[in-house]
């Protein structure tokens, strides 16, 4: 458990000072049946009022005393385990953020959001537990043991019995609950992931009707939860009575034995009163130990769940004296690039594939769902790294590049529209932090969003909600192509993102590029092929690998996939072809 070292380093001095307020306290605890003893053999036996009254003060003294090392632990440890956790959960968001695609696909979504919410709530509520009462446990316990054998070694025989039976009970205690609890947390994993994926595809789930089915699928994970967290509390629930029961029953044999001795007139009766409260505080102490087992376990699968995210490695590596020399801006160049998934069956969904972007060239790249179209570009900005081969951008490998450095040259519009809540401006200027109204305004103009985002009472100040889920599909793409376009990119990625605009607003936003951002790369993935027909040059993909590259009338002449493709979506049914689309078609296509 590396991570905690630092917060151990931090904190140290303070978990002292809960810990010297914790001892005052279990010191001014075990005081107290002694001095009560004194006050019942000597002043309420020989009816002395001065020594009832003058010990009965000190009991109130070391009460007050006592009340004070516990406000002390009490005022630290909620401050010490508060700050932990934000800086924990801080430093796991940063670490989580930091990753790699690879790293990030190992891990359920909802299994990171666990991680990040309740196992880090279950580590707070230890280490504010360890610190307001656990540490006192053993204080207590020790403590206690000596005063009831100064006090009386005979009737501590008892306890010499009582104590290894508890001792083991604790130890099994601690030995089956642990396995349970992490079935538990991850049968809270699915609850969770269950619910986060009904809620981002509500609309969905509200279109086909499946309320029932999802509500199956909740109440399946909610029993299983159910069933396990019971599993776990039953299993553990037997030891806390357990240990319960041993104590009492060593109390009976202590007042069984004091009895007989009192009647015998060799001991007081105070003697057998503070013995009796000697136990119930090693009582005490040991189900507080008992306790703390039972939220160290938890603690402990969750700190291992943690731990997990912090130990993922960034696989991804770079020269960090790397100072790039290259005049050439804009281009991209795949070299024999095959790239395969981590964690899959390991078979490439890009295969020994060749390809140059040059600068200012519009690429189009088209092929059958599943071809490789978005693995291939996610190289690019090194979302992921090429299994074999070299991908290069502005003539330099990739590799040799710190990811930040080459996302700074290149906008990507995703093929599943992000946006976020805030507004319209706000999520332009996602794409450049220091954007003016002026520059923001300009790349909504070339996204063909200006007009709509104008037509709002608010204009730029609209407000998105959740995803944009007040804008409609085509809305939503515009914002994210004007995102990118803000960014001023050297290189510019479009993956299938126009797919909920129509053809006429489409083929402005390819105009607008052409005329405003001359000397910009363009890379646009799309199933329509009138998208991709007037681009420099096509990139034809299947299972993976370039299977035609070339201009529209060059393809449709010799590529087999490009014409079936041509067919399918234009030829079949020509009917069906609108107006629009047939002025993108070049010359000759038709
Ligand atoms: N994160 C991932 N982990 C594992 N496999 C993946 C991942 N993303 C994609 N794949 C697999 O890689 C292959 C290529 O997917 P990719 O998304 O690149 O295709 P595509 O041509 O862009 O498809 P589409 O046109 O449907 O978007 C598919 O078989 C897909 O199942």
């Not at 376990?297 to 769940?305: E, I, L, P, Y």
């Not at 020994?352 to 059958?368: A, D, Q, R, W, Y």
């Not at 990811?403 to 290149?410: A, F």
């Not at 204009?459 to 007040?470: A, D, F, I, R, S």
Request: hydrophobic share 45%; net charge positive; glycine share 8%.
């Amino acid at each position: 458990m590396q991570f905690l070292h630092k917060y151990k380093r931090k904190y140290w001095k303070l978990f002292s000072a809960a810990f010297a307020f914790l001892m005052l306290e279990a010191m001014c605890d075990l005081l107290l049946p002694t001095v009560m003893a004194e006050l019942i053999d000597i002043g309420v036996a020989n009816k002395d009022m001065n020594t009832v009254l003058r010990l009965g003060g000190l009991m109130l003294l070391i009460t007050a005393v006592g009340a004070l090392g516990a406000t002390g632990r009490n005022i630290l440890a909620t401050h010490v385990s508060q700050r932990f956790a934000a800086e924990l959960r801080s430093d796991l968001f940063r670490k989580i953020q930091s990753l790699s695609f690879e790293n990030i696909d190992k891990f359920d979504r909802a299994a990171l959001v666990t991680r990040l919410t309740n196992d880090v709530t279950q580590v707070q509520n230890f280490v504010n537990g360890l610190m307001r009462i656990f540490a006192k446990a053993p204080l207590l316990c020790i403590g206690a043991l000596i005063m009831a054998v100064r006090l009386n070694p005979e009737l501590s025989v008892v306890l010499t019995v009582v104590i290894p039976i508890v001792g083991l009970l604790i130890f099994m205690n601690m030995k089956v609950g642990f396995p349970f609890f992490l079935k538990v947390q991850k049968a809270l994993d699915r609850v969770n992931s269950v619910m986060r994926e009904y809620l981002s595809g509500v609309r969905v789930v509200r279109a086909f009707n499946r309320f029932d089915y999802e509500v199956d699928k909740f109440d399946q994970a909610n029993q299983e939860y159910q069933s396990r967290s019971t599993i776990a509390m039953r299993a553990m629930a037997v030891f806390s009575p357990a240990i319960t029961m041993t104590v009492n029953l060593g109390i009976v044999a202590v007042i069984w034995l004091g009895g007989l001795r009192v009647s015998a007139g060799n001991m007081q009766v105070g003697h057998i009163v503070a013995f009796v409260n000697y136990m119930t505080q090693i009582l005490f102490a040991l189900m507080t130990i008992s306790m703390v087992f039972n939220m160290f376990v938890r603690a402990k699968a969750s700190t291992g769940r943690i731990d997990e995210v912090f130990s993922q490695e960034n696989g991804m590596e770079w020269d960090r004296g790397f100072v790039s020399e290259t005049p050439i801006k804009g281009r991209v160049d795949f070299e024999n690039v095959s790239f395969s998934y981590a964690g899959t069956s390991g078979l490439p969904v890009i295969r020994n594939l060749t390809l140059t972007c040059l600068p200012g060239e519009t690429v189009g790249i088209i092929g059958s769902t599943g071809s490789g179209k978005s693995s291939l570009v996610a190289l690019i900005p090194r979302f992921y790294d090429a299994s074999s081969g070299v991908v290069k951008v502005n003539g330099e490998d990739v590799r040799q590049m710190d990811p930040h450095r080459i996302r700074e040259k290149i906008a990507i519009v995703p093929q599943k529209t992000m946006l976020f809540t805030g507004s319209v401006r706000d999520n332009i200027k996602f794409g450049k932090e220091d954007a003016s109204m002026e520059e923001i305004e300009n790349a909504a103009r070339m996204a063909d969003a200006h007009g709509f985002i104008t037509s709002f009472p608010e204009g730029y100040e609209t407000q998105l909600g959740q995803h944009g889920v007040n804008f409609s599909g085509g809305q939503k793409q515009r914002v994210s192509i004007a995102r990118a376009l803000v960014r001023q990119p050297e290189i510019l990625i479009l993956d299938d993102c126009t797919s909920a605009v129509d053809v006429t607003t489409e083929s402005n936003i390819k105009q607008a590029l052409k005329t405003y951002a001359k000397g910009l790369t363009c890379l646009i993935i799309a199933q329509r092929i009138t998208s991709v027909m007037d681009a420099d040059k096509i990139v034809v993909m299947d299972e993976g690998q370039v299977v035609g590259m070339g201009k529209h009338d060059e393809l449709m002449k010799s590529c087999g996939v490009y014409q079936e493709i041509f067919q399918s979506q234009l030829g079949r049914e020509p009917s069906k072809i609108t107006n629009e689309q047939y002025s993108t078609v070049p010359k000759g296509a038709e």
